[in-house]
């Protein structure tokens, strides 16, 4: 499903479960795959929240993180 689509919590949940998932990919391919996932993600959030991302940003986030408490759920 498209990020515009998802729900906040959803797009949330699909950058935590990416971290995992690009510490266990195996290729070049499926890093890149997962890393443009990531920025789609990260897109789709800002669009959203521009200050709740923002304040995320600044709050020493890491790419583990969760940027779900800084966020407005739609």
């Known amino acids: 499903m498209d990020a515009p689509q998802r729900s906040?919590?959803?797009l949330?949940?699909?950058?935590r479960d990416s971290y995992?998932?690009?510490r266990q990919a195996q290729t070049d391919r499926?890093?890149?795959r997962i890393v443009m996932e990531r920025q789609h993600c990260l897109?789709?959030?800002g669009r959203?929240?521009?200050e709740g991302l923002?304040?995320?940003l600044s709050s020493a986030a890491s790419a583990a993180?969760?940027?779900a408490h800084f966020l407005k759920s739609q």
């Open 8 to 10: 906040t919590a959803d």
């Open 12 to 15: 949330c949940r699909q950058w």
């Open 20 to 22: 995992e998932a690009l």
């Open 30 to 32: 499926q890093r890149l």
């Open 43 to 45: 897109d789709e959030l």
């Open 48 to 50: 959203r929240d521009p």
């Open 54 to 56: 923002d304040a995320w």
């Open 65 to 67: 993180g969760d940027p």
